[in-house]
């Protein structure tokens, strides 16, 4: 490895020819000082353990801070030298972290210029314009504080020289800018951008800190450059913090940015925001930010509560990025009204996947105030991969974090999505977790929801349990039924991999004793990360998941959950099987019939089909005969669907050998808005008109 900082080789950097600073191909760093445990290994190689392949470096080393899944931190900083070039140009790649994935060059204590990666492994060429600061003493300091997705950072080549040829410099400095403020409104309006990706160029972190220090909230903005219009609005919860001084911090070449933030008592919605031609109608969707996993559901005094992992600040891809819990209540599973957000990033990181559970017995500490059952909420967070919970005192409008949070402390790498219920028999709250390193279910058990005792692991299962007791149809025997993902190793002799799996054992209060074999669970696309309802009025097992993978382009949110979904073990072929149906509450968004076809043909039903509006939301009945042989394909909306009766397929997928159709040809078409004219205009899964938060006591 080439390091030309010891002072004897100081004049040689008056040459006008470049000088290689580092090349990083030694077995160490040299002269350089590293700090945490991002630099251990020394230069890298290329790609590290399961990394994605690195590429654009030059040689065979380089840096790479991709340590124990991007889990690693530090700093490497070099000996400090004198500019005399024009430029210094270098390779980097890895996350776009603003300050916490990043290369700066430090003149006098100070960051003068700094710049991270592009979230890509792809190494490309950067330069710095040192013209102003010749003749200064400098340091160069590559920093991975970040923990999480694309929290490493890679570098290699870094050159002084007087050409930068064709390589392109960074935006503008940024620099760290703070404001003092006393919370004295409800809301902190922000004038965004909206960004095609989570982090990138103009992207940083915003961050609410106490009078103490304390952060109580970040999250990654971008704002309108000075005299450009907002893409949208939006209005920060921070009633929590009323009567409060805290800081806001962010970074940014506009030193003023944050002295125009204004503070409101009145949230700022969009009238429009359900009115796009992308919303989905029967499917619950946020107004406004992405969504993913569904988090949290539970009945209680009336109304359903789902929860969901959301980043309310952008519409690109954010699962795993500053997750938040957004939160929406029903009375009947179809109307959906939007609450405040439940729990927010902090100090603990962002806040991961997790569950209801409904406390039905008294625990000191917990309990003394609250009438019985109570709803607590269970989640990860992130910095580090913790258990925590939350308790609310108005009964789901606002939520408070347990203060002896975290309650189970990491096991391995990344471990999140506590399933958590209550077991009966035993007494005990029982807590299934997901832990990575490699994928494992982990069983564990507790009486007050704070100390846990591990039971049981299991094999091969991945991210977001679901676990509940059912009955065998066939047996009458008590059961417990585990859901999940499930994948085995590549060098299992047999594969099996599912994004919805489950299977059915025995539960003494400790351990899960299979009676099946794992096996596939719902066959659908667009179908992850799904919990049922605690306490569900009807005792029903309903479930909502995730619709991943749903497109709505040039709307104000990004992705949806599924409809309601009544799981039920039924006797198919003498087994215990999960069949998933509609809840019965879809049901209700079927009007009358508009037309009815028998012993008619495709030619006839495309043009009673026409005669109707395009934006309207139809449920079409579709039957035909059983001697019906050649596929049938379908076009609605521009998606295609391929029946082949003859191999029993639905675009490519095989349906269930028990499915059946009548021995006739007939198409039925149903209104699907039976709310009258006013629900024409939004989505049957939304409210009809925008939602003001309800007040926190």
């Not at 580092?22 to 160490?28: H, K, T, V």
């Not at 982090?199 to 972190?205: D, F, I, T």
């Not at 189970?408 to 219920?421: Q, T």
Request: a neutral charge; aromatic letters at 10%.
């Amino acid at each position: 490895m080439k390091i030309l900082f010891c002072s004897a080789l100081l004049t040689s950097l008056l040459q006008a020819d470049p000088v290689i600073l580092a090349d990083f191909e030694g077995s160490n760093f040299g002269d350089w000082k590293t700090t945490g445990n991002a630099f251990l290994r020394g230069p890298a190689k290329g790609k590290i353990d399961d990394q994605q392949d690195v590429s654009g470096f030059k040689e065979l080393g380089l840096v790479n801070t991709f340590l124990q899944g991007d889990s690693s931190t530090g700093s490497l900083t070099s000996p400090p030298f004198k500019i005399e070039h024009k430029f210094l140009t270098f390779l980097i790649g890895g996350g776009a972290w603003a300050g916490e994935t990043c290369l700066n060059l430090i003149v006098g204590g100070e960051i003068v210029r700094t710049a991270t990666g592009k979230n890509n492994e792809n190494l490309t060429p950067l330069a710095f314009d040192l013209a102003a600061l010749q003749g200064k003493e400098a340091t160069i300091q590559i920093i991975d504080s970040h923990q999480g997705g694309w929290g490493h950072i890679n570098i290699d080549h870094i050159v002084a020289t007087d050409d930068r040829a064709t390589i392109p410099l960074p935006l503008p400095p940024t620099v760290e800018i703070q404001r003092e403020v006393t919370i004295d409104a409800n809301f902190l309006q922000l004038p965004l951008l909206d960004r095609k990706v989570r982090q990138g160029p103009g992207v940083a972190k915003f961050t609410i800190e106490s009078a103490g220090g304390d952060l109580l909230r970040f999250m990654h903005l971008k704002f309108p450059e000075p005299g450009q219009n907002p893409d949208f609005w939006y209005s920060a919860d921070v009633r929590e913090f009323k009567g409060q001084k805290v800081t806001f911090r962010y970074r940014s070449s506009d030193r003023g940015l944050l002295e125009n933030l204004q503070l409101g008592d009145k949230e700022i919605i969009d009238p429009n925001a359900y009115d796009g031609p992308h919303r989905p109608q029967f499917h619950f969707s946020p107004r406004l930010g992405w969504m993913n996993d569904v988090n949290g559901t539970y009945y209680h005094n009336g109304l359903y509560h789902l929860f969901y992992q959301a980043n309310p600040t952008t519409t690109a891809s954010s699962a795993g990025f500053d997750m938040h819990w957004g939160h929406s209540v029903s009375q009947d599973l179809i109307h959906w009204e939007e609450w405040p957000i439940a729990l927010f990033p902090n100090a603990a990181g962002s806040v991961y996947s997790g569950t209801a559970v409904m406390i039905r017995e008294p625990i000191p500490g917990l309990t003394a105030d609250k009438e019985l059952p109570a709803p607590v909420l269970f989640f990860t967070g992130t910095s580090p991969f913790a258990q925590h919970f939350a308790t609310t005192r108005d009964d789901g409008k606002s939520w408070q974090r347990f203060e002896g949070n975290p309650v189970l402390k990491k096991l391995g790498n990344s471990d999140r999505d506590p399933k958590v219920i209550w077991h009966e028999p035993s007494k005990h709250h029982i807590m299934v977790l997901y832990v990575d390193g490699p994928d494992t279910y982990h069983i564990f058990r507790s009486r007050d929801l704070q100390s846990w005792e591990n039971t049981q692991v299991m094999p091969h299962w991945f991210e977001c349990p679901e676990f509940f007791a059912v009955k065998s149809p066939t047996t009458g025997e008590d059961l417990y039924l585990l859901y999940g993902s499930y994948r085995t190793p590549t060098d299992a002799p047999v594969q099996f991999k599912a994004a919805s799996a489950y299977q059915l054992g025995r539960f003494d209060g400790k351990t899960f004793t299979p009676v099946t074999k794992v096996r596939q669970a719902h066959l659908g696309p667009n179908f992850y990360a799904a919990l049922t309802f605690q306490n569900e009025p009807k005792g029903r097992q309903l479930m909502m998941g995730w619709a991943q993978g749903v497109r709505s382009p040039g709307e104000p949110f990004n992705q949806a959950a599924t409809v309601p979904l009544r799981m039920q073990l039924k006797a198919v072929d003498g087994k215990d099987t999960l069949c998933f149906e509609p809840a019965e509450e879809v049901a209700n968004l079927r009007g009358e019939a508009i037309f009815t076809l028998k012993n008619t043909t495709g030619k006839d039903a495309r043009t009673q089909l026409a005669k109707h509006k395009k934006e309207g939301a139809l449920d079409i009945i579709v039957r035909f005969g059983k001697k019906q042989t050649a596929p049938i394909v379908a076009t609605i909306r521009n998606r295609k669907y391929n029946f082949d009766p003859a191999a029993g397929q639905l675009n490519g997928r095989t349906l269930h050998p028990k499915a059946s159709w009548t021995p006739a040809s007939s198409l039925t078409a149903r209104s699907s808005n039976p709310f009258g004219t006013e629900a024409k205009q939004h989505s049957a899964m939304n409210p009809s008109i925008p939602m003001t938060a309800p007040p926190l006591t």
